[in-house]
């Protein structure tokens, strides 16, 4: 998998450092980013970077 095109949310996590470790390409993402629990936040964030998300 092409690291270029992948979007890790909640990159601070457990399973996001993981992934990041995994992917060091990987966009990312954080709750100070971005909160998957508040929808205006989510609908807010600029995903014109992002290809795909996991």
């Known amino acids: 998998m092409n ?5 890790i949310v909640g990159a601070n996590g457990q399973l996001g450092r ?4 995994q992917y060091p390409e990987a966009q990312f993402t954080n709750i100070d980013e971005m ?8 609908e807010s964030f600029d995903t014109s970077q992002e290809d795909q998300s996991i």
């Open 3 to 7: 690291s270029n095109n992948i979007f």
């Open 18 to 21: 993981a992934l990041r470790q």
């Open 35 to 42: 909160d998957i629990t508040d929808r205006q936040s989510v």
